[in-house]
């Protein structure tokens, strides 16, 4: 049999993994049934403590991100649970499939959950919070959702499958992933905020952090791409 | 008359955990050949399979697969080689249709490869529907093994393939691996079943402690 | 590549440790007579001055040591032959770097409570170390992590290079986010002290003698580390051997 399995496109890779995620997301529903109702309770829980809707509308900000990169942890497990629960990860390595084409579906496939989680969290900060927007801070706001969420995509996807399978993954990805999603949580915060127009920020000021997520994102995207093979190899 | 040595291993050792799993093994195969490794359980088998697959470094000797030298090049020689372990390395959630159609966007396979290799294991009609962690371990195994036709590797690796299989899969396995060596592929599995494994393979090695020797 | 044989040493000092480690004794000794005695105390900061003589190279030493990591794990990556000599410095370098880097945040806070009146403040420099310390933290976990030594070697590599990507984003970021909501309210760690020539001189032996300890201990740590794979590759012989005469008596 001399007709060698000719080299597939990157695209095309990426694509059927992206698609595979998302269609197991939809069938065994774990993100939408575990970690959108934990996210909703963060939101919630803050709302009891802190008791004060003008604290509140301050720092709603914060606390969409805070419960954003939470999340993130949770849903980059199960990312990875569903490619090592029957070793299929070590079968797309055997078959020597392009591994930075798995990190790119896998990645894109992650943010797509986040932004539908983020959605949920605004608008869980509009009716617990009663924050406001305007327009031109909508346009900001959904920018700012897009560029973050592609960002901690790369990042929770490249740090995952170097945790994943490992022993003591659950405490390993958090201190890893922590230190480098910090830029992400100060940047779309602060863009958040001058979204709400929160403590009088400028929605102009909000520009300048979304540019610094896009950077995040196009260093990971690449970096990520990069580093994924290497690091999920024997 | 040159035969084509599908592999060569010389003196190869594995080291796994660091413990050498593989310590000194030797031996070769030719295109088209169905090698049975026998062997108790820990004698190396898996590590061996796992090695052939370039998954694992060698530590010593030297270790020629498909053409590609192993220690400096395992990736190479990956998208040749099948290597069914263990586990199935299917997606539980999603139907056998879907799995094997995961596998072949990856591979660049037609729907008509696909059709053909869930007739052959036997996985048309109702099952193909079905979700993979509803079926029998069996019927995980044939799924499997059509992703394995589905992908055309030049060398099958198969760790234990007739385990957990009915006597129905048993034979359908048996001829689907010849149809493989038929179509030029090579095939070496690992098995406790040694008279039906034995009659399926054209040659036996058995495995002792970490080294190759002629059955 | 290890060599089979088995080690021809049976300590990590060689004769250039010996010197590096003379030196170091010589020079460190002067630092903290200087740093104690002879220097004056400051004029606004009085006698917290000389906590500066330890923080200023300590957090010298904490970044060169990174940036030793840095380029180790680019040496490892990018060289034709993937020598794990370049791997043992590299991981030799960032532990001895997390162990500055904790008695950096250590004098700092000190220093900034009997100046600032607080241990703690979102000052840029101060978050950023901080935010280094977790990333070479996991570093450190990321090379105990399961596997091969070459395993080990490659990802810890790729993890120190992404480590660069990081860390001038995170700088940058909180460097942002300070300047837009207070602007320096802070001293500057060393702009108010007005240092006379035996200052600067004290805090520049300090910072020749913290290097000269960073230099010995990496070279007797990346020894440590090659014995102790050396050990491991001589028990594989003995392993190899045992597993082999396992079948002979079967």
Not at chain 2, 46 to 62: E, F, K, N, Q
Request: hydrophobic letters at 50%; glycine letters at 8%; charged letters at 15%.
């Amino acid at each position: 049999m001399k007709k060698t399995v000719k080299k597939t496109g990157r695209s095309r890779v990426a694509s059927a993994v992206f698609i595979k995620d998302l269609r197991i997301e939809a069938r065994s529903r774990v993100v939408t049934n575990q970690v959108l109702p934990f996210a909703g309770l963060i939101m919630v829980m803050f709302a009891f403590a802190l008791d004060n809707d003008d604290v509140l509308q301050r720092v709603a900000g914060g606390l969409i991100w805070l419960a954003t990169i939470f999340s993130l942890f949770i849903i980059v497990q199960r990312s990875f649970a569903i490619d090592t629960s029957d070793s299929a990860l070590d079968s797309l390595r055997v078959a020597g499939i392009d591994l930075s084409a798995v990190f790119l579906g896998k990645s894109i496939a992650l943010s797509l959950q986040l932004i539908a989680l983020d959605v949920v969290l605004i608008a869980a900060a509009f009716l617990l919070y009663q924050v406001q927007v305007s327009v031109i801070g909508l346009v900001l706001l959904v920018t700012c959702v897009i560029c973050a969420t592609t960002g901690l995509g790369f990042v929770g996807t490249l740090y995952g499958g170097l945790t994943a399978g490992t022993n003591g993954r659950e405490t390993l990805l958090p201190l890893l992933l922590l230190p480098v999603v910090a830029p992400v949580l100060i940047a779309a915060t602060r863009a958040t905020e001058a979204a709400f127009g929160s403590g009088g920020a400028a929605i102009s000021e909000g520009w300048a952090w979304v540019g610094l997520l896009a950077i995040f994102a196009a260093v990971f995207g690449v970096g990520g791409s990069l580093a994924f093979g290497p690091l999920i190899d024997e | 008359m040159t035969v084509e040595k599908v592999l060569e291993f010389s003196d190869v050792v594995i080291v796994y955990d660091n413990f050498p799993a593989v310590a000194g093994a030797t031996f070769s195969v030719n295109a088209g050949e169905i090698v049975l490794l026998q062997g108790a359980n820990g004698a190396g088998k898996t590590t061996l399979l796992r090695a052939c697959a370039g998954l694992l470094p060698i530590a010593r000797g030297s270790a020629n697969v498909l053409g590609c030298d192993l220690r400096l090049d395992r990736l190479a020689v990956r998208s040749r080689v099948g290597l069914l372990g263990h586990a199935n390395g299917l997606f539980q959630d999603l139907t056998v249709l879907e799995n094997m159609l995961f596998w072949s966007r990856l591979v660049g396979a037609t729907r008509n490869d696909v059709d053909q290799a869930m007739d052959a294991m036997g996985l048309s009609g109702r099952l193909s529907e079905t979700q993979v962690a509803k079926l029998s371990a069996g019927q995980r195994r044939r799924c499997a093994l059509a992703s394995l036709i589905v992908r055309r590797a030049q060398l099958w690796l198969l760790d234990e393939p007739h385990a957990g299989l009915d006597a129905q899969g048993r034979d359908e396995l048996d001829r689907t691996l010849r149809a493989a060596r038929d179509a030029g592929a090579t095939v070496i599995f690992a098995s406790h079943e040694i008279e039906r494994a034995s009659a399926l393979a054209t040659r036996s090695l058995v495995v002792a402690s970490g080294t190759v020797k002629p059955a | 590549m290890l060599s089979q044989s088995a080690p021809k040493f049976s300590s990590t000092g060689t004769q250039a440790t010996r010197i590096v480690g003379v030196l170091t004794i010589v020079v460190m000794t002067w630092v903290v007579i200087s740093g104690l005695v002879f220097t004056p105390a400051d004029v606004v900061q009085g006698e917290s001055v000389r906590i500066m003589y330890v923080h200023v190279p300590s957090a010298w030493i904490a970044y060169l040591a990174f940036i030793v990591t840095a380029i180790a794990s680019a040496f490892y990556i990018f060289a034709k032959r993937h020598s794990l000599g370049f791997d043992r410095v590299a991981g030799a370098s960032a532990e001895v770097g997390v162990m500055f880097m904790v008695i950096t945040l250590v004098t700092g806070s000190l220093w900034g409570r009997l100046t600032w009146g607080e241990f703690w403040q979102w000052d840029p420099r101060l978050t950023t170390t901080a935010f280094l310390l977790v990333t070479y933290i996991g570093y450190l976990a990321v090379r105990r992590l399961d596997g091969s030594i070459e395993q080990r070697a490659r990802r810890s590599a790729v993890i120190a290079l992404l480590a660069v990507l990081e860390i001038p984003l995170v700088h940058f970021s909180v460097v942002f986010w300070r300047s837009l909501h207070q602007r320096a309210t802070i001293l500057d760690p060393n702009g108010d002290v007005k240092m006379d020539g035996l200052m600067l001189f004290t805090l520049f032996s300090g910072v020749v003698g913290f290097t000269l300890v960073f230099v010995w201990l990496i070279l007797h740590r990346q020894r440590t580390m090659l014995l102790s794979d050396l050990a491991n590759q001589s028990g594989l012989d003995a392993a190899i051997l045992a597993r082999q005469n396992e079948s002979v008596s079967n």
